[in-house]
């Protein structure tokens, strides 16, 4: 196959109680950097398949509860080897649907199997503690047991790897699952499912519902058998969700935007930050909630690191997702493309100056491709620093010291991830106390995560407790409390 060629459409429906389902519509999903190319027919369900799927969640969690974790553990391993094999077509048809380019959507792919084997390996672990007791004849332990049925709401930025850090910690944990996946990446989301389902996932375990959010969301969200939702997203949708659940006494856990601050300061190497505020701003099209979007370089160095990072905007390859030497592929979608290009004429009349990229790139046809974007001279209260925009752009705002630069860095509602460029230790160390946020690095781009460490927001970037790693065991299991009294000896 070449690196363009198409397929034929398949037809992606939902999944409830070990059935596939028709919908009440059939849609397209489309490749974002070719829009008259259809990837999938998507077969969308409304609120009563939202109803089955729960309902089937419901019946399947007494079965999955009482296998033994590591029994679950197993199947999650299998489908992990599953998935493994199935990696490269996978990640074709995840870049085909989201856009990232094919190294990303691979990667994408594998990191998925490496949280499948991760939380595999998790069944195998202690699951309690035992206390000792005031009383002589009490054996007093707490073990953590499932939640119940977990509904998880997931984003089109990251349609595997999220999914995957979601839906392998709940069975693996002993809960069963409903999950909607973003509208437009109904095809990754059907091979992340057929790989569980490949490798025994006993019915109604996980039920998969395709459709849009305000069709099926409200059903997920309030009904009764629905103990717990995780859900990945924007703040408006995710804050809604969070207020009716809560009202019915459900678990919340939610991961929102972000705005991301990188601040170099004057003894940084400028080639590594340059590089590294490249790649958190410009890799999947800046469409990552980790992406670096604001850059706050300190004064002495700003004109020398600004021409790095111009340079390497305009000489990595904007292009078909599919090309092995292309760097940025297209915006997700239409939505997406019109958003970022709102910001660019919001942050031009604020007086940004454009140093590199600056719109849609028209020389590639019909593809939602957007230029990656430097702007300097950006005021501190233009929206495009103080709002998440989702694309490839980097917004610069100088700063005179440290203290300013940290003040400016937190200077934002979000609070998801920052990076700082310096040779300084002690500024290093400070930094990882001043900042608001809720992952830090030093000399390293503020995206890309480790799968086994934990992973949230502070502020307005997360709300309950945190994602992947050990962390996930808080959300999807709660305590239970035994005090055993021995019998009296007869
Ligand atoms: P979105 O909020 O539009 O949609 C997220 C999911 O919610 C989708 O599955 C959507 O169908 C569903 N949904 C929409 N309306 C709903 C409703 N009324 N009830 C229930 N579900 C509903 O977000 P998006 O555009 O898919 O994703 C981009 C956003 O996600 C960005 O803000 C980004 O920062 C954020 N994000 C955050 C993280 C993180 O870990 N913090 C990771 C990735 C993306």
């Not at 999938?40 to 033994?68: C, I, K, L, Y």
């Not at 048809?93 to 959507?105: N, P, Q, S």
């Not at 590594?272 to 958190?280: D, T, W, Y």
């Not at 454009?354 to 702007?375: F, M, S």
């Amino acid at each position: 196959m070449t690196a363009t060629a198409t397929a034929d459409p398949v037809d992606v429906r939902a999944y409830i109680a070990g059935e596939w389902r028709d919908g009440v519509r059939t849609g397209s999903d489309i490749n974002p950097s070719r829009p008259s190319e259809q990837v999938a027919r998507v077969h969308s369900g409304d609120a009563s398949h939202a109803t089955q799927a729960v309902e089937a969640a419901r019946d399947a969690f007494p079965g999955w509860r009482n296998m033994p974790p590591p029994l679950r553990g197993d199947i999650l391993r299998k489908a992990a080897d599953l998935l493994d094999q199935r990696a490269e077509q996978v990640g074709r048809d995840l870049t085909r649907e989201e856009g990232k380019t094919l190294a990303e959507g691979i990667g994408e792919t594998r990191r998925a199997v490496a949280i499948l084997r991760y939380y595999a390996a998790q069944t195998l672990e202690p699951d309690g503690e035992t206390y000792p007791s005031h009383s002589p004849a009490t054996f007093l332990y707490a073990r953590r047991e499932p939640v119940g049925v977990v509904a998880a709401i997931t984003p089109w930025n990251f349609p595997i790897a999220i999914p995957a850090w979601k839906i392998a910690p709940a069975l693996a944990y002993g809960n069963t699952v409903v999950w909607k996946p973003a509208e437009i990446v109904p095809l990754t989301a059907k091979h992340l499912l057929q790989a569980l389902v490949d490798a025994g996932l006993p019915k109604g375990v996980l039920n998969l519902v395709i459709g849009r959010g305000r069709d099926i969301g409200d059903t997920l969200v309030t009904h009764e058998a629905v103990d717990a939702i995780t859900f990945t997203g924007s703040n408006d949708v995710g804050r809604a969700i969070q207020s009716k659940a809560v009202a019915l006494g459900k678990k919340v856990q939610l991961e929102l935007g972000g705005k991301n601050p990188s601040v170099v300061l004057a003894d940084a190497d400028l080639a590594l930050a340059a590089e590294h505020v490249a790649r958190g701003a410009f890799l999947s099209a800046g469409q990552k909630c980790t992406a670096t979007s604001k850059v706050i370089v300190e004064r002495g160095v700003l004109k020398d690191f600004q021409d790095r990072l111009v340079a390497i905007a305009q000489s990595w390859k904007l292009g078909d997702p599919l090309e092995a030497d292309t760097k940025v592929g297209p915006v997700a979608s239409e939505d997406q493309l019109n958003t970022v290009q709102r910001y660019l004429d919001i942050g031009q009349k604020d007086g940004a100056k454009v140093l590199a990229g600056g719109g849609r790139a028209k020389e590639l046809g019909e593809g939602y491709y957007i230029q990656p974007t430097v702007l300097g001279d950006v005021p501190a209260n233009s929206k495009v620093v103080t709002e998440e925009i989702f694309g490839p752009v980097a917004a610069i705002i100088p700063a005179g010291s440290y203290d300013e630069a940290v003040k400016l860095a937190n200077d934002t509602p979000y609070g998801l991830t920052s990076a700082l460029f310096t040779r300084d230790l002690g500024r290093a160390l400070r930094f990882t106390s001043d900042i608001r946020s809720g992952v830090v690095k030093v000399n390293q781009e503020s995206a890309g995560l480790e799968f086994h460490v934990p992973f949230g927001g502070m502020k307005e970037s997360s709300s309950g407790s945190r994602e992947q790693g050990k962390a996930a065991r808080e959300f999807f299991t709660q305590w239970k409390t035994v005090y055993m009294d021995m019998p009296p000896v007869q």
